[in-house]
């Protein structure tokens, strides 16, 4: 309600009014559109695809919707039978190994099986506590590497590698899996329409298969419901799944 009355302060009548009816049932949410992802997990033309779920709501930088609210539980579920379900552990949880044993915790009695992946929240991490942290908490997997500004290889590469710590002169059971573009990176720091965007990591694909990498795209739900302000994005992402296939 809060974000229907902050609709209303901009001039986003529409928005508000959109939210409402949500809210009152009166209309469904246009976020609330996971059939594609599970139609494109389903379809082979991708090796994998991960759900990485928010479990942590009501602080400046976690919104999602309530762990225990019957409907997000029966799309997380519904998730599962086609994707790999990961944690997107929540901002703080960097910080405080607490917050992320209890971020796990919460959607691990909805899966009902134990969480091998995770993405961190904001790609924030401590290093190189968080991945300490990561490994004591049982993850295996992580996909936090990347730039939030730009496309491109952070680590250089794009070929998982196991994390190797440094300070303990160790390699250790953690796999860091190198993303090379992200939506919002694309669209929020560089001004991307959908069409852009789609060229852009259409091209950072070809790279990865001139080097028989693997290429790794993040996309959110904003960008997936083709609502609003996202129209035109879920058609980009086919383009770029239908390119960069094996």
């Known amino acids: 309600m809060a974000a ?66 019957p409907l997000l539980r029966q799309r997380i579920n519904e998730l599962q039978q086609a994707c ?60 936090t590497l990347g730039f939030s500004d730009r496309p491109g290889f952070r680590a250089g590469t794009c070929t998982p590698f196991p994390w190797y710590d440094l300070a303990r002169e160790e390699e250790t059971t953690l796999m860091l899996w190198p993303f090379a573009t992200m939506d919002s990176a694309l669209h929020d720091r560089m001004g991307m329409g959908p069409e852009d965007a789609a060229r852009t990591m259409m091209a950072v694909s070809d790279a990865v298969r001139a080097v028989k990498g693997t290429y790794v795209t993040v996309w959110h739900d904003r960008f997936l419901s083709g609502h609003d302000t996202w129209r035109g994005w879920p058609e980009a992402l086919h383009t770029v799944v239908e390119h960069a296939r094996p």
């Open 4 to 69: 229907a009355v902050r609709d209303v302060g901009i001039g986003k009548f529409s928005g508000s009014l959109l939210r409402t009816k949500v809210l009152a049932g009166g209309t469904a949410d246009p976020f609330d559109h996971y059939e594609p992802l599970v139609g494109i997990a389903r379809s082979g033309k991708v090796d994998r695809v991960i759900a990485f779920l928010l479990m942590r709501g009501g602080g400046r930088f976690d919104h999602a919707s309530d762990h225990q609210y």
């Open 84 to 143: 790999t379900i990961g944690i997107h552990p929540s901002y703080e949880s960097s910080q405080d190994v607490n917050i992320l044993e209890e971020d796990i915790a919460r959607l691990g009695k909805i899966t009902a099986g134990p969480l091998k992946v995770s993405r961190q929240h904001f790609l924030r991490w401590h290093f190189p506590n968080t991945l300490r942290e990561l490994i004591e908490v049982g993850v295996n997997e992580d996909h």
